[in-house]
């Protein structure tokens, strides 16, 4: 392999909804989202470890499928400032980070779903989750939490236009 080059892709995605083994790390699940998952985020959880992929490969998944699943247009996924982000109508409200002992998952305007499980983060709106294991993620709680991100949106889109100043859109 080429210096710099990334590891293949997976191509199947972990399902939180079914307990069901993991899918085979080759790339070859029959398991999938019912949306592709945006190659750079394929590559970017398959270069953590199997643990965190799964981690990834989950979240990615149930992201995909409740945000698509509900018709929203205007959705869009990438690799943004390195991490995996989702965007709806341009505006970031969810995605997941690896950190040192964990993988983060964190709602850009998850302040004020006022839910349990989510914990501040930082000085703005966001709110974070994290998990050591896939196990840990209530399919429940996930599919709330991202219902709630649809519907209640901070504008970070603007934030430098507007000085740092954040306007509530939805």
Not at 4 to 25: C, D, L, M, Y
Request: positive net charge; proline residues 4%; hydrophobic residues 35%.
């Amino acid at each position: 392999m080429a210096k710099g080059a990334k590891k293949s892709a997976k191509v199947g995605a972990t399902s939180i909804a079914k307990k069901t083994a993991p899918p085979s790390r080759r790339g070859t699940s029959m398991q999938r989202s019912r949306t592709p998952t945006h190659a750079d985020i394929l590559a970017y959880n398959a270069a953590q470890s199997a643990d965190d992929s799964r981690i990834c490969d989950a979240l990615a998944s149930a992201i995909n499928r409740h945000l698509t699943g509900r018709g929203e247009a205007g959705v869009e996924s990438k690799v943004w400032h390195r991490h995996p982000v989702w965007f709806l109508d341009g505006n970031p409200i969810v995605g997941y980070s690896k950190l040192k002992d964990c993988i983060r998952l964190l709602f850009w305007s998850g302040q004020s779903f006022d839910e349990p499980g989510l914990a501040p983060e930082g000085s703005f709106k966001a709110a974070e989750a994290r998990f050591t294991a896939e196990d840990q993620i209530s399919a429940k709680n996930l599919k709330r939490w991202l219902a709630k991100s649809i519907e209640i949106q901070w504008d970070y889109k603007n934030i430098v236009k507007r000085k740092g100043k954040l306007e509530r859109l939805k």
